[in-house]
């Protein structure tokens, strides 16, 4: 099994910075992809951004430009930083992470349990 834990969340002014940081822990050896989601107030969770164990990244149109996602695995971690935030970013964001668990390409998704990114003035 996989725990993943996330931080880095909290109240920021439009036009302002956070970064978000996923740890992973236990079974990380065959987690493949990661990848931050989000669900706003009354809204269905989103991707935001996506990143492969090779490095390859993928982003919504809503935050290209914006957001950065970056993944360290040797540490198991992975972040996000978001720069010029804007309200409409309000949102819980959760670490997402696909382990390939046989050698048939069986998957697994493990979820963290999010972390409130407010923004607001």
């Known amino acids: 099994q996989v725990q993943l834990v996330e931080s880095g969340g909290g109240l920021v002014q439009p036009g302002g910075s956070l970064r978000l940081s996923c740890v992973a822990s236990?079974?990380?050896?065959?987690?493949?992809?990661m990848a931050w989601y989000r669900q706003g107030p009354g809204m269905q969770r989103e991707l935001v951004a996506s990143i492969t164990t090779g490095g390859r990244t993928n982003y919504a149109d809503s935050v290209k430009g914006r957001f950065t996602i970056s993944r360290d695995n040797v540490k198991n971690t992975m972040t996000l930083q978001m720069n010029s935030l804007k309200p409409g970013d309000t949102a819980v964001y959760y670490c997402n992470a696909i382990s390939i668990v046989n050698v048939e390409g069986a998957t697994v998704e493990h979820w963290g349990q999010g972390t409130q990114v407010t923004v607001s003035s």
């Open positions: 236990g079974r990380t050896y065959n987690i493949n992809s």
